[in-house]
């Protein structure tokens, strides 16, 4: 099972970024994807969430109406597109994946097993 994120990069704020996702070893029928963020001296923090397994997605309420998470199956890929981005978002942002479906995207952090390696977005004018 691997994650590979990547996408990040610097952005001014308002500005627009899309990041992927890319699984392999696994189907996202199956496994849910969250995407973390991890700002410098913060807890890593869930931002967004998608679970085909029970239908289930999940937005963190600093990002509602900004940021939507997708999927394309054919590449196994989950994407977050980012809008309206602002300087509290600047972390490095990690995607992960636990084996417990049941859960789907309200598993506990400490669940999560599976994650990539992290990929750097800054928001800075």
């Known amino acids: 099972v691997q994650l590979q994120a990547s996408g990040g990069g610097l952005v001014h704020p308002g500005g627009s970024l899309t990041l992927s996702c890319a699984a392999s070893?696994?189907?996202?029928?199956?496994?849910?994807i969250t995407w973390f963020r991890q700002a410098p001296g913060k807890e890593r923090e869930g931002v967004s969430c998608l679970a085909k397994s029970d239908g289930s997605t999940w937005l963190a309420d600093s990002v509602k109406g900004r940021f939507t998470i997708s999927r394309d199956e054919a590449k196994n890929t989950v994407y977050l597109q980012m809008n309206s981005l602002k300087p509290e978002d600047t972390a490095v942002y990690y995607c992960?994946?636990?084996?417990?479906?049941?859960?789907?995207?309200?598993?506990?952090?400490?669940?999560?097993?599976?994650w990539g390696r992290g990929t750097q977005v800054t928001v800075s004018s």
């Open positions: 992960a994946t636990h084996r417990s479906p049941a859960y789907g995207c309200y598993a506990p952090i400490e669940l999560y097993d599976y």
């Open positions: 070893g696994f189907g996202l029928d199956y496994y849910p």
